[in-house]
């Protein structure tokens, strides 16, 4: 049994591996999340000048523009989107922006309003865009940051 070694971990090897995952976890899922939450504010955003889209249109053909949501042929008024982009139930457990119309005599404005997991976007909140294509935000940013 001389010069036999046994093969494997000490328990302070192990405990420093772990603490080295812990450590590159909390420097990088602060960075993943803000990412995570930037993409599907650009989500929130196209889905605005896409029913902006939509409402010229109408306006087009109509001569108005459309009172509700679903006038532009969407599933209701107010509707949700999830993480991909798909209208889904304003009650889904996968929602991320709740898109809502505010219609006016000559103008109207839509709303992109965040929803469960993407509510904690601060720096951008509510996105608005107008009639006029004026795009606002309600976050602690700067609404060009958020468009």
Same mark, same amino acid.
């Given at each position: ?10 328990? *302070? +090897? @192990? !405990?420093?591996? =772990?603490?080295? *995952?812990? @450590?590159?976890?909390?420097? /990088? @899922? ?7 939450? &930037? ?8 889905? @605005?000048?896409? !029913?902006?889209?939509?409402? +010229? ?26 993480? +991909?982009?798909?209208? *889904? ?6 929602? =991320?922006?709740? =898109? ?16 469960? /997991? ?7 909140? /509510? ?7 004026? &795009?606002?935000? /309600?976050? +602690? ?7």
């Amino acid at each position: 049994m001389n010069g036999s070694r046994k093969h494997g971990f000490t328990l *302070v +090897e @192990l !405990v420093i591996a =772990i603490f080295i *995952v812990a @450590l590159s976890l909390a420097l /990088t @899922l602060p960075a993943y999340q803000r990412q995570l939450s &930037k993409t599907r504010r650009s989500l929130g955003s196209a889905e @605005l000048m896409q !029913v902006m889209m939509r409402q +010229e249109q109408y306006f087009l053909d109509y001569k108005q523009y459309a009172a509700a949501l679903t006038d532009l042929n969407y599933p209701s008024s107010p509707y949700a989107i999830d993480a +991909e982009g798909n209208a *889904v139930s304003v009650l889904a457990g996968d929602r =991320i922006y709740l =898109i809502n119309l505010t219609p006016r005599q000559d103008h109207y404005t839509l709303y992109a309003i965040p929803q469960l /997991t993407q509510a904690v976007d601060n720096l951008c909140g /509510t996105l608005s865009l107008d009639s006029t294509g004026f &795009k606002s935000a /309600t976050g +602690e940013g700067a609404a060009r940051d958020c468009w």
